[in-house]
């Protein structure tokens, strides 16, 4: 007999303000919970979308590309920097994705290892030990660095890039003005591009953007902002939520600290339990019936990754973070070979348009998360742990402000 039916969940029906209030913010798990018992396909009437919230349901939403679709990124990310990976579809998504996928594959990957270490040295080199902010002094900067060194553009380009990616990312929410700032944003950086791609069209270099350039990747400068906006802040707060789990179980954390290699048990269990991103979008191709709702031709779904990450049908004690868990692999039966690699969590999305930078993303958490190790020996939290927040899709803290914690 489910939990529901048993009681437990007694509570009421969940009201769509509900899903927008502070507290849904700051713990949405008990929410999370009554809608994948009560109400796994629940029409959200304030911002006209449906939740879908079990873990198999988001799964079919990302996988069945003949009853759903990603066009609707049209609205957002388009809107800011044009066609994209993330918006195409079918034979074009599949021959685009094949020319940009390969240059992020977990294979490929040791080549940026030193490129990745090298970013993180100088930033770490700069925080002060006795206090510094891991949010805002590393992890918020890390990942704009990285997209910059590997598209092989100089280091002096890493504040501009870092200010059109946040006036992007700003672009992507509902407001005319910030949209046009964000659109602005993208033909600054596709101007800055122009010429350096120009050169490299004549002069190949060994990074990534002449690779782009010679595979004759499909509007370019998109294909940029798309890596900095889809891989920046994503990994931002992919190694900010890491580092507030270890913090709130100090055991793990010695657990990581005495062997390193826990330390991507560590990243899988966060984006299990904590993902970045813990909604995404799909648009629906034709009428749909689904768990007795009537979902019409173009309706809106909110997949919701972080409480499909907690279905209870699928992971045990769901909302425990637990390195040593043995169900993380729920779910790899949907990734294709080259993203298999022991963790089967949907942060990722699945199906046509799961993240080609996964591995990178993977790369940078854990090798920043050792290096921080290795140099400080290990970290503690100055004051109360800043909790995690819902805004928007992200799932994040702003600042989390720690020590050495044998300063
Ligand atoms: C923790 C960090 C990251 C998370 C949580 C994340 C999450 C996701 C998700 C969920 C999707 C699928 C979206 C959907 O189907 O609606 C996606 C797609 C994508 N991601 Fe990531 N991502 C991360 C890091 C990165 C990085 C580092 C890059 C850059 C290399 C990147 C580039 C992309 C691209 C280009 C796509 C579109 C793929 C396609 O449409 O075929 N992501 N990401």
Sequence with gaps: MSVARRGLYRRGVVTPEQLHDRAFSLDPFPIWTQLRHESPIFYDTHDRVYVV????????????????????YRKTLGAVFGPNLLVWEGQHHVDQRKVVAPLFVPTRLDRYRELVESVIDELLASVDPNGFDLVKDVSSLLPGKVIVRLLGLPPSDDQRFHEWYETMMQGLWNDPVMRQRGREAHSALHKHIDPIVADRRLVPHDDILSRLIAADVEELPSFISLLLTAGGETTDKAIGNMWTNLLAHPMQLDVVRSDSGMLDRAFDETMRHSPSLVYLGREVLVDVDWHGVNIPKGGELRLAVGSANHDETVFERPDVFDIHRTDLHHGLEHRTAAYADGAGHIAFGAGAHFCIGYALARMETVTVARMLLDRFGSLEAVGNLPPLRIVGPSWSTTTLPVRCATA
């Design 53 to 72: 919230s079990r873990h198999p349901d988001v799964i079919k939403a990302f996988s069945d590309s003949e009853r759903f679709t990603a066009r609707l």
